[in-house]
């Protein structure tokens, strides 16, 4: 069974960075980072498959990056000039489906990690 394992969660200041990985069994084709907030609906943050470029939130964009190493079987969220209301779980996903995007449905990733906690303080 496959299996996703965040790490590299913490906590910084507004404007501080913090690289998340995640450790997978394998890689699939479409695979995404979601945060959900306390009371708010899970959200795709960013979104990279096998061969198209990356997706990601317009309150993303510009300072996230994320990547995938295929030989190491780890996706990665680089996230810079960090904001208090990025405070979140923060979830790794995996689909096998395309094309995929930050608008594909969570439904459509069906394998998830147990999340890792990002706190901002201003």
């Known amino acids: 069974q496959d299996q996703l394992v965040e790490s590299g969660g913490g906590s910084v200041q507004s404007g501080g960075s913090l690289r998340l990985s995640c450790a997978a069994s394998?890689?699939?084709?479409?695979m995404a980072w979601f945060r959900q907030a306390p009371g708010q609906e899970r959200e795709a943050v960013a979104v990279?498959?096998?061969?198209?470029?990356?997706t990601y939130a317009d309150s993303v964009k510009g300072r996230f990056t994320i990547s995938r190493d295929n030989a190491k079987n780890t996706l990665y969220l680089q996230m810079n000039s960090l904001k208090p209301d990025d405070t979140a779980m923060y979830y790794c996903?995996?689909?096998?489906?395309?094309?995929?995007?930050?608008?594909?449905?969570?439904?459509?990733?069906?394998?998830w990690g147990q999340g890792t906690q990002v706190t901002v303080s201003a």
């Open positions: 996903a995996a689909g096998a489906f395309a094309p995929c995007s930050t608008r594909s449905a969570r439904s459509d990733f069906g394998t």
């Open positions: 394998r890689l699939t084709y479409c």
């Open positions: 990279i498959s096998s061969y198209d470029g990356p």
